[in-house]
Each structure stands twice: as C-alpha cells, then as structure tokens.
C-alpha cells in the first residue's frame, strides 16, 4: 500500500534539525496545508513533525487552527487574543508557534487545546459557524458535499467526524465495488438514492476489520473480502462466515452507539456544521449535503428509533447485546 514514507530534513529555513521524520500523507498535507492556506511543503513537513513529537493529532490541530484564523480574518478575535500572533491564513510561522502554545497549553493555545467546539463556546461571538466539528471532532479532509453517503457517516460516527469508521468515499468517488455486501457501483456521489444504507454496509464491514487490527486501507486492495474472514478464522480458531463477520462489525457500531445514549447523546447531536447543510461547494456541482433526506434512511437502515436516535430494544436484542439492552430499557 505504500502509506508510510521518511522525510529528509528540507531547507531553508523549516529545515529541521534532522532528517528521517515521519513524512506528511493526506490528512497532514491537507489539514496543516490547504485548510490553513500554507503551501509550502517544508513548513507543513516541520508542522507535521512538530505534532508527532508532540503527541498532537494533526487533523484536530488543522482544524482548530484554520478554525482560529478564519475568528482572527473575520474580527472576532485579534492580536490581544492571539498573543500577537498575526492568524492569517497562509501564516506558516504563526501557525508553527501556534502548535508549540496549543501543546503547551500558552496563551491562546491554553483555549484552542480545547478543540474548536469548546473554544468556539468560550470565544462565542457567531465563532460557532467557523468550528466545523461533529460531537466536538474535528472534520478530516473528505468534504461530505462531494459524496452523499458521507453525510449520515459523520454525522453519526460514535466518536464524532472519523473517516476510520466506514467512509463511503471511495466507493461513491472512485469506483469500489463489493459484490460480496450488495454494494455493486457506479454509484453517483451527489444522488442521495440508498446512501442511507450504503453507509452503514460500509461501517459494518470497517468495524469488523478493525478487530483484526488490519490497516483500514487493506479493505479496499486485496480482491475478495472473504480473505479477511479466512484469515479471521486462521487465526481465532472460530468458524464464521462474511455474514457473521459483518454481524461483528454492526454488533461493535451499536454497542458504541448504546454507549454514547446511555450518556446523553441523542439525536440532536447527529448533525452536521450548517456550511455543509447550507453553503454548496462549486467544486462539487454547488451540492450541500442532503442530511434531511439520508438520515432517516440510515436509522432505518441501522434499526434505530427516528425519534431519539437509540438503538431500538430488538436491534440490541438481535445482536446478542441482552444486558445493553436491558441496561437501556429495563
């Protein structure tokens, strides 16, 4: 799959100090990079280092800085707020100094350590509409209006906006095809027919995957998903089939799902940031993502209650999940 690559040190002057790093892949290159308007490829390399060292997830500190310079070009924070930093974007050394504040817990980099949902609370001021975040996780770099399966995905995702728990992308974008789940392409990205479904066939499969431990991109490369399942089974010394893998993997969705309703999540929180509802990407043939019609087709898809968003009682009751349900219903 080749995902993995080592970094020289570059030049001038984000040369870093040695050479060998852990080099930029998509998510880096794009949310330190283009979401922040920096396109120099040794500034993003030395912010990516920066946040490996740290310990810092780079999506979230993409997001949270491109969410603090668009509050900064719009007026609603400045200098003062900043510490000085001049948040423009493009603004490479404001952005590396805002990575060594954030980790640190400096200045404003005590308040963005929060996450943008958090801070955009605190800062207020209309900063809420610039914090493009699902349950207080910040967005990757798939924009869903491109790809209407995407839309119930983060919005639903257990852990808030995560391309790691079934994303329809490149089922919906390029072509994939799995015979073996009843998801026979093309698809057309931007029609909302069965994205309801085709989402959750997507995470089923991804959940079970990730019990393996399995690079996630492995999905999609190695021909005939019934390896995942042979070797499965190699391994455990079970017997089960694709069917009762795909079982697993929707089992795993609603247990996470029944976690987060125990705790307060309810359906309210099964959103989107309005600029994806309501501002269309000309990108994207000026499409918004049509959540009001996906939704419920996911629920229904999910056997979850349209009203509150729960795992109904004979879903949890057909997974095996007696005690969660019981826990939840009585």
Known sequence: IACRRVAKEGEGKYKLKEGGVEGVEYENLSMLGSNCGIDDIFAINLMNDLCNRYGLDTISTGGVIAFAMECYERGIIDKKDTDGLELKFGNADAAIEL???IAKREGIG???????????????????KYAIQVKGLEMPAHDPRA??????????CPEGADHME????????????FKELGIIGPYNRFDTE??????????????????MGWCLFSAYRYGDINRFVIAY??????NIDL??????????YNLKRAFNYKHGIRKEEDTLP???LKEPNKRAENSVVKLEITLPQYYRARGWDEKTGAPKKEKLLELGLNEIAKDIYG
């Not at 079934?166 to 095809?177: M, N, Q, R, V, W």
């Not at 069917?243 to 697993?248: M, V, Y």
């Open 99 to 101: 990575i060594h504040k």
């Open 110 to 128: 005590n308040l963005l350590a929060e996450g943008s949902r958090r801070a955009s609370q605190i800062i207020g001021k209309g900063s809420e």
């Open 147 to 156: 790809f209407q399966g995407g839309g119930p995905h983060y919005a639903c």
């Open 166 to 177: 079934g994303i329809t992308l490149s089922i919906e974008a390029f072509g994939f095809s």
């Open 194 to 211: 069965g994205k309801g479904e085709l989402a959750k066939k997507v995470e089923d499969w991804w959940n079970f995957v990730n019990t």
């Open 233 to 238: 089974n190699a391994v455990t010394g079970l």
């Open 243 to 252: 069917k009762e893998a795909l079982r697993i993997g929707e089992r795993m």
């Open 274 to 276: 309005e600029r994806l």
